[in-house]
């Protein structure tokens, strides 16, 4: 049995055996009733989700709920215990069942709504966890969960640290953890809420703990002897009734796609722009094209190096004959480039955005790219020299995104690999090298083909 396997092994069997689960879940079954009220806020009548994934679902307080809010929704339902999912089954029947590890899900996606209520507690690396989730999220797909963050069991707590013992339960994580703990491909956030459970004295609490499978604090790795265990529950029937829940709420969409820049033109925008739509099965757009008067346009170059369909290639939304900036090859042609309205393009699956030259290019008198950048949502590939002078320009960019709070996938170095120049963007930049895209011997639809697929694996990982 594997290490992982010997760890869920317990969890399932507690849960197999809780049979009076629902009597003690006052907790989880409000829990459950505030995040599928939160669900039906963030979801519009005219676009409900089609697949729905929910994790650990119990006995079904939450299934039922979704049941009721998108009765079309083919809802899939996933569970360590053997014994919940028969509850669940036999509570809600019109949902596929699976016994699964909610932090290893094996089934294909994508869906268009994840959830899951007081499961993610028991995951062992959630970082991980949330970025295979994002993978099995369609683009604009949303991620609705709840956990229990710092703050919970503060009474406990209090009663162990008047008698100088360990409480017995681990330290939850707090709204800001859980936010850096999401991947670049969810934007997100997380919102706090107390929940007051009156439990009655410390004994019921325990017997409570125990009824829903939950781990106790007499089953903590420092177990309490019963001495001491008895002087933490007088001290607590002395103290208060009552037990906090401290819940956190998080909320998360997919991104619909990538936005592709570099540090300086000519860097390789083009080529690795090409890559990641053949690596993420993607439509692409470049929205401002210029130098038409000498080339086809990168439109084109991406089209038949990815070998696109039609159907997956956006036309810009400006284009200009000088080889210049939006702003100047706009001002060339007696035209200025108006970005009233323009937003992403609607297309079905992932979209890769192409920019124009490097970040703080001018796109009109008033707006930079990398401002416009900012208001489409997606996070940023940046792609930059493998060369000497790379460090400067590529940490001088991940700042200027990091100051407009844009989110960072990752950087894609081009050129002759250099492990000290991407030792140090790592470093400094706090940022994934991607890919290093070696000089290629010749740039055809077969040599991106071949990049792309050793690129899907890392855009995989990290939940695009």
Known sequence: ????????????????????????????????????????SRVTPDNPPRRILELGCGTGALTRLLRGLFPAAEITAIDLSPGMIARAARAVPDIRYHVMDAEHPTLPGPFDLICSSFCMQWFSNREAAFRRLAHLLAPGGRLEVTTLAEGSFAQWREACAAQSLPCGFPDYPTARTLLAELPPSLQGEWSLETQ?????????????????????????????TAPE???????????????????????????????????????????VSAILTRALDATYWKPFQTGLS??????????????????????????????????DAAAAEGRT??????????????LVVEGAGGLMVPLNDETLLIDWAATLGLPVILVTRSTLGTINHTLLSL?????????????????????????????????????EIPLLD???????????????????????
């Open 294 to 327: 000498d080339e086809a346009g990168d439109t084109h170059s991406v089209s038949t190096l990815a070998a696109l369909p039609a159907s997956r290639v956006m036309a810009p939304a400006h284009a200009f004959l000088a080889p210049l900036s939006p702003q």
């Open 196 to 224: 007051r459970d009156p439990v009655g004295s410390a004994r019921a609490f325990l017997l409570d703990l125990r009824k829903i499978g939950a781990t106790t604090p007499k089953e903590a790795s420092r177990k309490l």
């Open 442 to 464: 010749a740039i055809t639809p077969q040599s991106v083909a071949q990049e792309a697929e050793r690129l899907r694996e890392t855009l995989r990982l990290q939940g695009f």
């Open 1 to 40: 049995m594997s290490e992982e396997a010997s760890r869920l092994a317990p969890i399932a069997a507690r849960f197999d055996t809780a049979e009076h689960y629902d009597q003690a879940a006052r907790v989880q079954a409000l829990t459950a009733i505030a995040l599928a009220q939160r669900i039906a």
């Open 337 to 350: 480039v108006n970005l009233e309205g323009l937003t992403l393009p609607d297309c079905t699956g992932p």
């Open 399 to 435: 700042e200027a995104l990091k100051r407009r709070s844009i989110a960072i996938a990752g950087v894609v170095m081009s050129g002759p690999p250099n492990a000290a120049n991407r030792a140090a963007i790592e470093h400094f930049g706090r940022v994934p090298v991607l890919a």
């Open 229 to 271: 265990l008895r002087r933490v529950m007088q001290h607590f029937d002395r103290m208060t009734n009552e037990m906090d829940y401290q819940i956190a709420f998080g909320s998360a969409v997919k991104t619909r796609g990538v936005f592709v820049t570099g540090t300086d033109t000519g860097i390789g925008k083009t080529l």
